[in-house]
């Protein structure tokens, strides 16, 4: 069973930075995508930025490219960050790490993965 555990949510202001760290347990093959999903009370999840380090793929929503980088830990392969630079109001969120296996066609689909962590949530005031 893969166990994912997130840190480094917080409050900041528009403009400022975050960085959001997730490390994967349980996991001994090296097919592992992972990725952050975002929510908001009320609306459906959002895939933000997956990473499947095996392909050297990234991927990011529109809303975010630019502002937001996805990296794995060379040393610790089962580690990812997301770095969120100038960060928005409507960057407000609720933030999960994900994981899946193996390549799909359309890594940003809630449905592609098994294993979510328990979210850390992100607070942007104007």
């Known amino acids: 069973q893969v166990r994912l555990v997130e840190s480094g949510g917080g409050s900041v202001q528009a403009g400022g930075s975050l960085r959001l760290s997730c490390a994967a347990s349980?996991?001994?093959?090296?097919?592992?995508?992972m990725g952050w999903f975002r929510q908001v009370p009320g609306q459906e999840r959002e895939g933000v930025a997956f990473?499947?380090?095996?392909?050297?793929?990234?991927?990011y929503t529109d809303a975010v490219k630019g502002r937001f980088t996805i990296s794995q830990d060379t040393a610790q392969q089962n580690t990812v960050y997301l770095q969120m630079n100038n960060l928005e109001p409507e960057d407000t969120a609720m933030y999960y790490c994900?994981?899946?296996?193996?390549?799909?066609?359309?890594?940003?689909?809630?449905?592609?993965?098994?294993?979510w962590g328990q979210g850390t949530q992100v607070t942007v005031s104007a």
């Open positions: 994900v994981a899946g296996e193996g390549r799909v066609m359309n890594p940003l689909l809630a449905s592609e993965y098994d294993y």
């Open positions: 349980g996991y001994t093959g090296h097919r592992l995508r």
């Open positions: 990473i499947y380090a095996a392909y050297g793929l990234t991927h």
